[in-house]
Each structure stands twice: as structure tokens, then as C-alpha cells.
């Protein structure tokens, strides 16, 4: 008889993969699998220690899922992170049939066998859930899944407990035994080191970003026409860069580059900012400099490195009329043809000094003239995508549930 709840060595060892045929086959083919075992899981470590951002720790956390399931051979498994504000445990990656459907539950930290793993900071095999009264059933029930055994193990790092690594039914029909625990938390650990690194980078990432946006409202501030103007063309430069499929990195530098675009204007006077006629030639050649001076501030912060180009060359035109460098077409970067863009449209949308806004139909229209000439067809028809899709602004969550 199978007991309901075991971490015990009873059951004859599960090699790592496999079922061996004899004896000798069996030390055999153990001893080389433990040995890949050992490498994918040192690799699966190292990289964990390197994770930075969500969509690395998102990739590695499936591989991780994967080399689970393969080792274990389990029938499903998912990782659950601890939601702190709403103490609720919520699946970030699943694998199996049901992975799909997971994503939309959240379960209380109270109950359920997830949830007694990450309070009691203990591992669980139950290899008979119905004889088990902290099974959960709610989640078979909403995903169509039907679950029979379960190895839970917490992930923790440092003194933290950050979810929980949850694999599913042999597939075999046998229990989960000890080397299936063994494997599982040697996983578990190196899942929850990749996502304490990737928190500690977001966290970092905020700081930065916080930063970013007090320096984009200090600029914003010193002429009452482009208030908010920064934030704006973020925005709008952001859904061009989504509707190009940019990635998060990608988007996150023209995240800052939008934000910083105009911050060289620190470097003006206010007589020629501020003023509300005409810029006379002179004038014109000093307001021609903001970018020039942009660069100089943000090259001293390291941060800042890959935002210099989009702040360098967001007055470029896609004809090479523009400047500082009269770059033409795709001499000047994608991002900085997005910036363009999206300064433009925002410029004509908001009230200046010498007229008052235009509507949106007519700045997509002036848009739509200039394409060629001012503007790179790629961006202008990127942004304009993107603005007719609003509001689907993807923002650069931590950790978000695996789409
Ligand atoms: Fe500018």
C-alpha cells in the first residue's frame, strides 16, 4: 500500500531518468544520468546566479520546469511565488496540459498543500491526494486536471521563502520517493535564487527609473507648454517600440531615452526656451544644441549608456535634413526614428505659444505626409499601429505571470 504522505526511502530508487533492465544496467545508466543530472543542474545554478530581468528569470524558471518534469518524470509542474500584499500564492510558469489555464489562479497562502509548504518552510510528498485534507481541489476542478500525487518543495533564499515548486503525478502511476525530493530541491533552490536576483534588480531598476522621471519633470518644468511632454512621448514612443515587438531591454532604454530626450534643454536659457514669438537664426542654433548637451550629462551616468544614441538623434530627419548629424534612413537608429515620431505627434497635440493644439486626426494625418521625408515609414506606421491599439501599453512588470 502506498502511504499518503512520504519522504521516506522505502521505495526502491527511481533512477534519475530512466528504468533500468538489470542490475548492472541499472548502476550503469544511474551513474551517467546522475552525472548529466549534475552538469544541466550546475549550468541551470550558474545561470540562476546571472539572472537579471523578468524575461530571463521567466526562461530560466521553464527550463527549470522542464529539467524537473524530464527528471522526475512527472506529468505536470509549476512554480508559485508568494504575492506579499495579497498573500496569495500565484503561478509565474507551469508545465504540463493544464499550464494555460493555471495562470489565472491565485490561492490562499492558508490552504492548500502549496500554501502549507511556504508557511511551514518544509517539503511534501502526498502520494494519495484524496487521503490528504490539505489537497485543494479547486484547481483541479478549474483547470480540468486531475491530480494524484504531489511533490511540493519550498523555494527560499536567505531567510526568505519566495514560493513554492509544486511537481505532479508520476508518470508511471508509482509515488514520489526521495531522490525525486533530493532532485527537487536542489531545482527549488536555484529558482529561488534567480527570482531574489531578479527582484533585487527591479528594485534597482525603480530606483533608477525614479530618478529618471524626477529628471524629466525638472525639464518639463521650465516651460509651462511642455508640461508633461516627456512622459508623453515615453508613452508614445513606447507603442511604436511594443508594435515592433522591441525587446523588454529594448524597451526599457527607449523607456529612458523618452523620458530623457529633451534633457539637454537644462542647458538653455530661458529667454530662448521660454520665448513666445519667433527664434531668430541665432537663437535657432542654440536650441539646435539641447541634444549635444543632453549627451554630455547622460554620459557620465553608466546607466544612461545605451539612451545617449535616442537622445543624440531625436531631431533627426529619415530625408537627413535634420541634426546635429544630418544622419539619413537607417543611419540613425530605430529607437531615435520612434522618438522622432512621437515628439512630432505630441508636439502637434498639445497647445504652444504661437497655436493651439491640433486634433488628433489631423496630427496622424501630417503624420501620415511627412512619411519619407521627415519621418521612417517603419516608425510612423509602428506608431500609428500602436496609438490605435492603446490602451495596450505593455509596461515592464517583475516577475508577471508567464504569458
Ligand atoms: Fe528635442
Known sequence: MRPNTTTTSETKPTPWLGIPQTEAESNQQTIAEREEYRKRLELLYRVGK????????????????????????????????IDQGSKELYFQTA???????????????????????????????????????????????????????????????GHEVVGVLEVLNKLDGSGFNEQDLEASTALAATAAGAVSNARLHQAVLDGYKSTVKALAAAIDARDPYTCGHSQRVMEYALLGATSLSFSPEELQTIEFGGLLHDIGKIGITDSILRKSGRLTTDEWSVMHKHPLIGVNIISKVPFLQPTTDL????????????????????????????????????????????RPALGVDIALGELAKYIGTQFCPVAAEAFVHGFKERPTLRQVHILPAEQ
Open 50 to 81: 546571472k539572472v537579471g530581468s523578468a524575461s530571463e528569470v521567466t526562461r530560466l524558471l521553464g527550463q527549470i520546469l522542464r529539467m524537473t518534469q524530464q527528471t522526475l518524470r512527472a506529468s505536470a509542474s509549476s512554480v508559485l511565488l
Open 95 to 157: 508545465a504540463g496540459k493544464a499550464k494555460s489555464r493555471v495562470k489565472q489562479i491565485r490561492l490562499d497562502l492558508d490552504s492548500g498543500i502549496a500554501g502549507w509548504v511556504a508557511r511551514h518552510v518544509k517539503p511534501l510528498v502526498v502520494n494519495d491526494v484524496g487521503q490528504d485534507p490539505r489537497f485543494h481541489k479547486e484547481v483541479d476542478k478549474a483547470t480540468g486536471f486531475v491530480t494524484r500525487s504531489v511533490l511540493a518543495v519550498p523555494m527560499v533564499w
Open 311 to 354: 537622445v543624440l538623434h531625436h531631431h533627426e530627419r529619415f530625408d537627413g535634413r535634420g541634426y546635429p548629424d544630418r544622419l539619413k534612413g537607417e543611419n540613425i537608429t530605430l529607437g531615435a526614428r520612434l522618438l522622432a515620431v512621437a515628439d512630432a505627434f505630441d508636439t502637434m497635440t498639445t497647445d504652444r505659444s504661437y
